[in-house]
């Protein structure tokens, strides 16, 4: 069973920072791409963030020198800091996977709650 697990969410003020963090795990052969996606309720979810296993990374106009995404040591897991962070921002984020268990197939994180609020 392959799972997306995120966590780094929460309440900050605006301009602060969060670090939002994901793990795939499972009998997973290989990940192609991670990233992030957002929600905001009663519109479609949009891209945020990708990067792909040669480190190129994707960014929202939105979000452009504010957040970025890395992976970390272990491939399996990626990053979003958030920084300067806007009352816009708040919305639910996801994390993203394409990769490979039985066969390709993209994969969805639970969701974590970002609010930015005074």
């Known amino acids: 069973q392959v799972q997306l697990v995120e966590s780094g969410g929460g309440l900050v003020q605006p301009g602060g920072s969060l670090r939002l963090s994901c793990v795939a795990s499972?009998?997973?052969?290989?990940?192609?791409?991670m990233g992030w996606f957002r929600q905001v309720p009663g519109k479609q979810r949009e891209l945020v963030a990708t990067?792909?296993?040669?480190?190129?990374?994707n960014y929202a106009d939105a979000v452009k020198g504010r957040f970025t995404i890395s992976r970390g040591n272990a491939k399996n897991t990626v990053f979003l800091q958030m920084n300067s962070l806007k009352p816009e921002d708040t919305t639910v984020y996801y994390c993203?996977?394409?990769?490979?268990?039985?066969?390709?197939?993209?994969?969805w994180g639970q969701g974590t709650q970002v609010t930015v609020s005074s």
């Open positions: 990067i792909d296993s040669s480190t190129n990374t």
């Open positions: 993203y996977a394409v990769l490979r268990g039985d066969y390709v197939k993209n994969y």
């Open positions: 499972g009998s997973i052969t290989s990940i192609y791409v």
